[in-house]
């Protein structure tokens, strides 16, 4: 277990350095004490971008796991069950009814929205036959491609289509020093999620163990519900959704660790602002100086290993 | 004592418990019987608060459920619920440490460890404990959580079918551990309630039986006194042989 911590904190801190070193302008990091110039690209572009995609993926990684244990499912995440896409259509109606309201406004109508759309999965999973897994995923991808067809159609009638492709492709090239603070709040979630860890174990034993162990099981789903509505309206309304990382990340850290999260959180957290932050810098540096953004890179990578958890399960999944 | 006084349930248009009243005694095991759909298991789920009580009124040693909070409870009663497909990837040992959480809601103490350490060596887990539970066979996963139970250290260990996907081995195996842990001699004697489908098993281990059919009580008593030939024939609708083996009945139920 420390063994994982170290390891996590040592790539954390080597990806940060490249994060910060790379990019189209010319910088070295011995400027900075001498040079104004180098310093403020430091801290109005490296840094906020090198945070940005940390915040990112540590959040997004969270409210997959925590998905993934409400639902009692390994194959869940936000982007996989309509909640991305109905953050999206939130923030696609206030952007059409209010275009001028505060950013704030816009997340809060967008997670409001992502949360209706997250109770809607379940009320649908309740219809499920428990005994086959791999149905949740696959309903899972219908109900979002619904939702997500609704939003198109109004985009489309609205010419706002270029909206939906920013909001569905995280992207942190535009990220500097005013436009991505929000997502410390992502983080901050993140982090009373790990005050609440025993309880969202507990919660993925099953509703009578968690009542046996006298938890308040609806509480601790309402709070689970509220954070990763939270966390993904957040992440679509500053950078873009990035695809799978709630979903492949939670799976390979459980893979070794198990589902334990007073112990897994950490990890989860870590490798999800690694692989996001690893995923920006090899959209910089693949065909320099022009940029792939971060959302296609782990798309592309993401949707490989999610084929490989489908198909290449153990048994016992 | 558990008391149960009128209760009915029902799910939808169908009546599942019809003006239920039983009492289940202080001490060992109680048994409860019937043919499928008599609601012995939902009547199991109102004692453990795992539905919510419609008409009637049950108390645990004088603590009416329906007005003491689910986490007062949780250090009076526990519960083994049938598992399903269990989905989460603990380590035995971790799971059998949040039967612990009642009393320590995250900071386990010394004591703590030591009931784990217990109840990981009453169920013979040892050699189990480092290993995740979604590798673990079900008659194995099924231990882990009766061992969570007892951990659990309430008087009342409450179990839903617990021999359900059990070979003969593990179920004749896991009934002994309950059954001694339930002996008056034991350390700490555990209160059992459980829902048993074969019904041997309750003849050879229950000190208590109440046999439900139709959502009412058929009957209820000692082993000798239930599991007799009129009774069990009236019960499962058919002619049942019961003979009798040291002293207890043997159920003849398959020939």
Same mark, same amino acid.
Not at chain 1, 94 to 104: C, F, K
Not at chain 2, 86 to 104: C, E, K, M, T
Not at chain 2, 143 to 170: C, I, K, S, Y
């Given at each position: #277990?420390?063994?994982?911590?170290?390891?996590t904190a040592?790539a954390l801190l080597v990806l940060s350095l490249l994060s910060v070193l790379v990019g189209a302008a010319?910088f070295?990091l011995?400027?900075v004490?001498?040079?104004?110039?180098a310093l403020r690209l430091l801290l109005t572009s490296r840094l906020p971008r090198t945070f940005a995609a940390l915040l990112t993926g540590a959040s997004m990684a969270v409210a997959g796991?925590? #998905?993934?244990?409400?639902?009692?499912?390994?194959?869940?995440e936000p982007g996989?069950?309509?909640t991305t896409?109905?953050a999206m259509?939130?923030l696609?109606?206030?952007?059409?009814?209010?275009?001028?309201?505060p950013i704030l406004?816009k997340m809060i109508?967008s997670a #409001?929205?992502a949360?209706?759309?997250?109770?809607?999965?379940?009320?649908?999973?309740?219809?499920?036959?428990?005994?086959?897994?791999?149905?949740?995923?696959?309903?899972? =991808?219908?109900?979002?491609?619904?939702?997500?067809?609704?939003?198109?159609?109004?985009?489309?009638?609205?010419?706002?289509?270029?909206y939906l492709g920013v909001w569905m492709s995280g992207e942190f090239s535009g990220v500097l020093a005013g436009r991505y603070e929000l997502l410390w709040l992502a983080g901050a979630l993140a982090l009373v999620a790990y005050?609440?860890?025993?309880?969202?174990?507990?919660?993925?034993?099953?509703?009578?163990?968690?009542?046996?162990?006298?938890?308040?099981?609806?509480?601790?789903?309402?709070?689970?519900?509220?954070t990763v509505s939270l966390v993904t309206a957040l992440v679509v309304v500053t950078v873009g959704m990035v695809p799978f990382v709630g979903?492949v990340v939670?799976?390979?850290?459980?893979?070794?660790?198990?589902?334990?999260?007073?112990?897994? =959180?950490p990890?989860v957290a870590g490798l999800g602002g690694g692989l996001v932050l690893a995923a920006d810098l090899f959209g910089r540096v693949i065909?320099y100086p022009y940029e792939v953004p971060a959302g296609t890179v782990f798309g592309v990578m993401g949707?490989?290993?999610?084929?490989?958890? =489908?198909?290449?399960?153990?048994?016992?999944? | 004592?558990?008391?149960?006084?009128?209760?009915?349930?029902?799910?939808?248009?169908?009546?599942?418990?019809?003006?239920?009243?039983?009492?289940?005694?202080?001490?060992?095991?109680?048994?409860?019987?019937?043919?499928?759909?008599?609601?012995?298991?939902?009547?199991?789920?109102?004692? *453990?608060?795992?539905?919510?009580?419609?008409?009637?009124?049950?108390?645990?040693?004088?603590?009416?459920?329906?007005?003491?909070?689910?986490?007062?409870?949780?250090?009076?009663?526990?519960?083994?619920?049938?598992?399903?497909?269990? *989905?989460?990837?603990?380590?035995?040992?971790?799971?059998?440490?949040?039967?612990?959480? $009642?009393?320590?809601?995250?900071?386990?103490?010394?004591?703590?460890?030591?009931?784990? *350490?217990?109840?990981?060596?009453?169920?013979?887990?040892?050699?189990?404990?480092?290993?995740?539970?979604?590798?673990?066979?079900?008659?194995?996963?099924?231990?882990?959580?009766?061992?969570?139970?007892?951990?659990?250290?309430?008087?009342?260990?409450?179990?839903?079918? $617990?021999?359900?996907?059990?070979?003969?081995?593990?179920?004749?195996?896991?009934?002994?551990?309950?059954?001694?842990?339930?002996?008056?001699?034991?350390?700490? $004697?555990?209160?059992?309630?459980?829902?048993?489908?074969?019904?041997?098993?309750?003849?050879?281990?229950?000190?208590?039986?109440?046999?439900?059919?139709?959502?009412?009580?058929?009957?209820?008593?000692?082993?000798?006194?239930?599991?007799?030939?009129?009774?069990?024939?009236?019960?499962?609708?058919?002619?049942?042989?019961?003979?009798?083996?040291?002293?207890?009945?043997?159920?003849?139920?398959?020939?």
């Amino acid at each position: #277990m420390r063994l994982s911590y170290l390891l996590t904190a040592t790539a954390l801190l080597v990806l940060s350095l490249l994060s910060v070193l790379v990019g189209a302008a010319d910088f070295r990091l011995q400027d900075v004490t001498a040079d104004p110039d180098a310093l403020r690209l430091l801290l109005t572009s490296r840094l906020p971008r090198t945070f940005a995609a940390l915040l990112t993926g540590a959040s997004m990684a969270v409210a997959g796991v925590i #998905m993934q244990l409400l639902v009692r499912n390994r194959f869940v995440e936000p982007g996989t069950t309509g909640t991305t896409e109905a953050a999206m259509l939130g923030l696609l109606c206030v952007t059409l009814l209010a275009p001028g309201a505060p950013i704030l406004l816009k997340m809060i109508a967008s997670a #409001m929205a992502a949360l209706v759309g997250m109770a809607g999965f379940l009320l649908l999973l309740r219809r499920l036959p428990p005994a086959q897994p791999l149905l949740v995923p696959l309903v899972g =991808l219908i109900y979002s491609g619904i939702i997500g067809a609704g939003a198109t159609f109004i985009a489309y009638q609205a010419d706002l289509l270029q909206y939906l492709g920013v909001w569905m492709s995280g992207e942190f090239s535009g990220v500097l020093a005013g436009r991505y603070e929000l997502l410390w709040l992502a983080g901050a979630l993140a982090l009373v999620a790990y005050v609440a860890a025993d309880q969202f174990t507990i919660a993925g034993l099953g509703r009578a163990t968690s009542v046996s162990l006298g938890l308040n099981h609806a509480q601790i789903v309402v709070l689970g519900l509220v954070t990763v509505s939270l966390v993904t309206a957040l992440v679509v309304v500053t950078v873009g959704m990035v695809p799978f990382v709630g979903l492949v990340v939670p799976n390979i850290v459980a893979r070794t660790m198990g589902d334990n999260l007073r112990a897994s =959180l950490p990890v989860v957290a870590g490798l999800g602002g690694g692989l996001v932050l690893a995923a920006d810098l090899f959209g910089r540096v693949i065909r320099y100086p022009y940029e792939v953004p971060a959302g296609t890179v782990f798309g592309v990578m993401g949707a490989a290993v999610f084929l490989w958890l =489908l198909l290449g399960r153990p048994a016992r999944a | 004592m558990i008391s149960i006084r009128n209760v009915s349930h029902r799910i939808g248009q169908s009546q599942i418990l019809r003006d239920v009243s039983a009492d289940i005694p202080d001490a060992g095991i109680t048994a409860l019987i019937g043919p499928n759909g008599a609601g012995k298991s939902t009547l199991l789920n109102l004692v *453990a608060r795992l539905l919510t009580l419609q008409t009637g009124r049950i108390e645990i040693d004088g603590q009416d459920i329906a007005r003491t909070s689910s986490r007062d409870l949780a250090l009076k009663l526990a519960i083994v619920a049938q598992q399903l497909g269990v *989905a989460s990837r603990l380590r035995v040992r971790d799971l059998v440490g949040f039967g612990r959480w $009642p009393h320590h809601r995250g900071r386990p103490g010394p004591e703590d460890e030591a009931t784990v *350490a217990e109840a990981i060596a009453s169920f013979d887990l040892g050699a189990l404990q480092h290993r995740f539970l979604d590798e673990l066979s079900g008659g194995q996963q099924q231990r882990a959580f009766v061992a969570m139970g007892f951990a659990q250290g309430t008087d009342w260990l409450l179990l839903d079918e $617990p021999l359900n996907n059990l070979d003969m081995f593990h179920a004749r195996a896991l009934m002994a551990r309950v059954h001694a842990l339930s002996r008056p001699e034991a350390p700490r $004697p555990r209160r059992v309630v459980m829902v048993v489908h074969e019904i041997n098993y309750a003849a050879a281990w229950a000190d208590h039986i109440i046999a439900l059919k139709d959502g009412a009580v058929a009957a209820c008593g000692a082993p000798t006194e239930v599991l007799t030939n009129p009774v069990l024939s009236a019960l499962f609708g058919m002619e049942i042989r019961v003979e009798e083996l040291h002293g207890r009945p043997l159920i003849l139920h398959h020939i």
